[in-house]
């Protein structure tokens, strides 16, 4: 589905970030991007949403080359990502007010977009539609980052690209909604691609993971995980030594 | 603040009013009493013909400063580059009290209600621009690419981020705004004009020495301040809800 090639990207005035890197992601795949800060991994989430462009290489997308952010690629930032003055059931609609908006234009929206803005199910689904009409600053972190996740699962998107999504949350919540976020992946038969630097997250959520180390990145280091996502896999042996492999394998980059 | 606060601050005020003119005993300081009395008898006899060709002008030049500077404000807050080569004007001429122009922009509009308008026009263009600029480049970036990534282009991100980003930031201009204009249309309505509540107040002040007449004139425009004073907290509540709630 998504094919990195010969990617090199550089911001001005500073070295490269990636270097004639190659990495595929295919249809489906749960992919955690794992690496300390300042390795590049959010800068290749934002190459991957079309939000930045390679400085050479190209990325593709279902073989098309990114040259704008795609109608089925769905975003989900840390925080921030929601419009404080909207409401919960307001800012869940966004997705689906911009592309009646433009209409279905294949740019903006897809081709065959029916104009709609009901987001009712995906509230219930996410268990918020109690707060429907609360302000993002009347909710908490979780619940707001479940609203990022109802207005972009609103869209119906093929592709999930997560950066950070949950590392402001204290620990339930966030392993609440790490399983609900894989639950919803599995669902809607979504690719899912996580940037985080918490080695357990990557753990938990990727059964593939990358790892990026100091910038240039040039040849992708990857990790099979096939036990991620499966029930109970936090409580098994077998996690608890992938989170030691990682932990050795980030050391060593 | 409650409505029974702002009552209770209101009597105060009269009582201290009252208690100022026991002591000062003179014609140039009326009771409250009395200037109710006459503001009454002056609302049949013309001060509501000054007071809504004051309101008028004041209005004109908040549409028309809401009109010009929020978009503009909104442009040079969304690009660095144009806000580069604006920035230094604004950074001029923003501290330019606004006041010192009415002699010149008589000069160059002549009488009638336009220069007065003008004068207006300037002082609220300058902080309503300066405001919604300052709010439209601290939008986050994050907030940004995220609306951006659902497909929004520049126009969906004016209707949906910009505009109602920038709504605060203009009912703030015009909070801050409001007693500097109307101090300003104090000024302007002193020359070239038979009509508004600067005019009636210094006419009664200082050629007809009516000064009960003169203090219901102050009252109108006291009245006019927090009429739009309080219009302003109607809008903030009406169209930012948000701000309310958190």
């Known amino acids: 589905m998504i094919h990195v090639r010969s990617l090199t990207f550089a911001y001005p005035n500073n070295p490269p970030v990636f270097r004639d890197f190659n990495w595929q992601v295919e249809r489906g795949e749960a992919w955690a991007v794992l690496g300390p800060s300042g390795c590049g991994k959010t800068t290749l989430l934002y190459l991957l949403a079309g939000l930045v462009f390679p400085s050479s290489g190209c990325v593709q997308v279902d073989g098309q080359p990114l040259t704008r952010p795609r109608p089925q690629s769905g975003l989900i930032l840390q925080e921030y990502g929601l419009l404080p003055w909207a409401t919960v059931r307001q800012n869940a609609e966004l997705g689906l007010r911009i592309r009646t908006f433009y209409g279905p234009d294949g740019k903006h929206a897809p081709e065959d977009f029916q104009p709609t803005v009901t987001v009712d199910p995906w509230l219930v689904r996410l268990g918020i539609d109690w707060l429907a009409d609360k302000y993002p600053g009347q909710i908490s972190g979780g619940q707001r980052q479940r609203t990022a996740i109802a207005r972009t699962l609103a869209v119906k998107p093929d592709l999930l690209l997560m950066d950070e999504p949950f590392s402001s949350l204290d620990a339930p ?45 040039t040849e992708p280091t990857i990790i099979d995980n096939p036990g991620a996502g499966q029930p109970d896999y936090r409580e098994t042996v077998g996690y608890l030594e992938m989170c030691r492999n990682l932990r050795s394998r980030l050391e060593a980059l | 603040m409650s409505r029974r606060a702002i009552l209770l601050a209101a ?5 201290l009013w009252q208690v100022a003119s026991m002591l000062v005993n ?28 004051s309101l008028w002008r004041v209005l004109a030049s908040m549409g028309l400063a809401i009109l010009f500077a929020a978009p503009a404000g909104l442009i040079l807050g969304q690009s660095k580059s144009l806000d580069n080569v604006f920035s230094p004007m604004i950074y001029l001429l923003y501290p330019v009290p606004k006041v010192v122009l009415v002699p010149v922009v008589l000069l160059f509009l002549g009488i009638g209600d336009l220069p007065k308008i003008t004068i207006i026009f300037l002082i609220l263009f300058f902080q309503i621009l300066v405001l919604v600029r300052d709010q439209a480049a601290a939008l986050r970036p994050e907030l940004l690419q995220s609306v951006c990534s659902l ?24 909070r801050q705004s409001i007693g500097t204009s109307i101090a300003v249309l104090y000024v302007a309505e002193l020359f070239a004009t038979q009509k508004g509540l600067g005019y009636y107040i210094y006419l009664n002040g200082s050629t007809l020495l009516n000064y009960p007449a003169m203090y219901a004139g102050v009252v109108a425009m006291s009245l006019l301040g927090l009429g739009l004073y309080f219009g302003v907290d109607w809008l903030e509540r009406r169209l930012t809800p948000w701000q309310m709630a958190t």
């Open chain 1, 173 to 217: 919540t966030r392993e609440g909604l790490q399983t609900l976020t894989l639950e919803l992946a599995a669902e809607q038969g979504l690719t899912l691609i996580i940037v985080t630097h918490a080695i357990e997250e990557a753990a938990i959520m990727g059964r593939r993971i990358l790892l990026l180390g100091t910038p240039p990145n």
């Open chain 2, 26 to 53: 003179k014609a140039i300081l009326p009771s409250p009493l009395k200037v109710a009395q006459v503001f009454i008898t002056e609302l049949n006899d013309g001060l509501v013909t000054h007071f809504l060709a």
């Open chain 2, 151 to 174: 497909g929004a282009g520049r126009r969906a991100l004016f209707r949906f981020v910009y505009l109602p980003a920038s709504l605060p930031a203009v009912l703030t201009a015009l």
């Open chain 2, 11 to 15: 009597l105060v005020l009269l009582v």
